[in-house]
């Protein structure tokens, strides 16, 4: 649709009634950029019109183009200080880019101007969570839903900086709430399955966790149209053709490939698809297991029969904490590539020690996973060699890798999971963040002790120093937020008990 320059003539009030409705128009057919376009034209003629600016901002905003919907409520703004919608709207444009002191501010001027309104209170607590200031982003929210108990934005909020605290039962009753006021909201339970299955409550956790294909995160990261019918768990399909497909990271491929063993002991012809790095160390579960790449599309990917989504499988086995099925390993390093290893490691004349500090800075929660080079310098002063297990290292971390003889750099040859195995597999422990090393190396069997932050993911639960899900595996729990220093003292204390240092 292309958008015309013609305006209509009468008097300039009348012009200007007759733009913001064809603007209005253009917004609700969802056609963004020729509303933004035409704001532009509208501007033209009321340049300094604050609510032009203002419209053609949330036009920007709709089709994603940030900084220009940025530039356009600050522009609005310069001339209607007191415009409180601009100042909520640049807080949500902020906040989405990751600018939370900012949104914070503006969010803040916005309630200034109208503090009755509970939408903004519960705006003000989600910025807040982001800023990891939890205790006030509740208060934030019961400022909300005292204002009005329906905005269902606030228990979510409020849910959110719970969990982060741990408060995992108030977590949970605020989701209920917000399902209970909104049940057409799969974000409510979806974020219920967090808690759910972090408190071990695997039954209703799976069901919930089931919600997350109908949330945005999903539905704006589209996978492949598959051809073939989606298995229910329940039909029959021995002798049939099952495509298991992937979801998420690295490590959760790996954590949940142990159940196409237990498809394969159904009789059924198990394809797992998965990220092409994970194909030859996935394939050695099982030499029956066909493995291919999931850097297809429907055309190319085997033939099959039917189809699941690898994190749905725990779902259809039903599992619960006690039928977890928890190998001692499921891996198996390469031999060939393992023999190379043992040529290059040192010679055990002390203890050789796997170390990952920090993983990908993609992730949504790298912030409190990852831990800098410094914060292990205790573990590093030990007597012992530690071994680089992972292959990306920040810029600051690089500059440090010098001062510890006694850490060895292996990325060069890290090229492939199967050479990490091999390495790892040559080692006596290995200690590492919640990264996919963490899985690798539990899968494979080898004693991992993992560094926990304050709020685990959920396939770790709570209160445990053990995983149900791996055997190797001891974890290590920050006591609260950020604080690394502590599990750092408590893996030197289990190293020297182990080795005698």
């Not at 649709?1 to 007759?18: C, D, I, K, L, Y």
């Not at 996935?282 to 085997?302: E, F, G, I, K, N």
């Not at 502590?486 to 005698?500: I, S, Y």
Request: proline share 6%; glycine share 2%; hydrophobic share 40%.
């Amino acid at each position: 649709m292309s958008t015309s320059q013609v305006r209509p003539s009468s008097t300039p009030a009348a012009t200007r009634e007759a733009l913001l409705r064809q603007g209005a128009a253009l917004m609700q057919s969802e056609n963004f950029e020729d509303a933004a376009h035409w704001y532009g034209l509208a501007l033209d003629e009321f340049p300094d019109d604050a609510q032009f600016y203002y419209c053609k901002g949330v036009a920007h905003h709709q089709e994603q183009q940030y900084l220009k919907a940025i530039d356009c409520y600050c522009a609005a703004l310069q001339i209607k200080i007191d415009f409180a919608d601009a100042f909520e709207n640049l807080s949500d444009v902020q906040a989405k880019m990751h600018m939370f002191d900012d949104a914070f501010l503006s969010i803040s001027a916005a309630i200034a101007l109208r503090p009755k309104k509970a939408l903004s209170h519960a705006r003000q607590a989600q910025v807040l969570v982001q800023q990891e200031k939890f205790l006030l982003a509740i208060q934030a929210a019961n400022q909300a839903i005292k204002l009005d108990p329906t905005v269902t934005s606030a228990y979510m909020a409020r849910s959110n900086a719970h969990r982060a605290l741990l408060q995992i039962d108030e977590s949970m009753a605020d989701l209920r709430k917000a399902m209970a006021l909104n049940p057409d909201n799969p974000e409510y339970e979806y974020n219920l399955s967090f808690d759910l299955l972090l408190s071990g409550s695997f039954k209703e956790g799976w069901q919930c966790y089931e919600k997350r294909f109908q949330t945005s995160n999903f539905l704006n990261n589209p996978t492949v149209p598959m051809r073939t019918p989606l298995w229910d768990g329940v039909q029959d399909i021995t002798g049939q053709r099952l495509l298991i497909c992937p979801e998420q990271g690295l490590g959760d491929q790996i954590q949940f490939a142990r159940y196409a063993l237990l498809l394969q002991q159904r009789g059924i012809h198990v394809i797992l698809s998965v990220e092409p790095a994970l194909i030859e160390l996935l394939s050695s579960m099982h030499p029956a297991l066909q493995v291919v790449s999931s850097r297809q599309t429907a055309d190319t990917l085997p033939a099959h029969d039917c189809h699941i989504t690898l994190m749905s499988l725990p779902r259809i086995f039903e599992t619960q904490l006690d039928t977890i099925p928890a190998t001692p390993s499921y891996l198996k390093a390469d031999a060939v590539v393992r023999q190379a290893w043992r040529q290059r490691v040192p010679q055990r004349s002390r203890p050789q020690i796997g170390i990952s500090w920090s993983g990908s800075t993609t992730h949504v929660n790298d912030h409190n996973r990852s831990m800098t080079l410094d914060q292990l310098s205790p573990l590093l002063a030990m007597d012992m060699d530690f071994h680089i297990l992972q292959t990306e290292i920040r810029p600051y971390d690089e500059a440090r890798l010098r001062l510890w003889s006694n850490l060895h750099d292996w990325r060069p040859a890290l090229t492939s999971f199967n050479e990490t195995a091999g390495l790892a597999s040559e080692l006596d422990v290995v200690i590492t963040v919640d990264t996919s090393v963490a899985h690798l190396t539990s899968a494979l069997g080898i004693p991992t002790w993992v560094m926990l932050p304050f709020a685990p993911d959920f396939r770790w639960l709570l209160d445990r120093t053990d995983s149900p899900w791996y055997p190797s595996v001891q974890l290590f729990r920050q006591p609260e937020p950020k604080a690394w220093l502590p599990v750092v003292e408590a893996l030197a204390r289990e190293l020297t008990d182990r080795f005698n240092a």
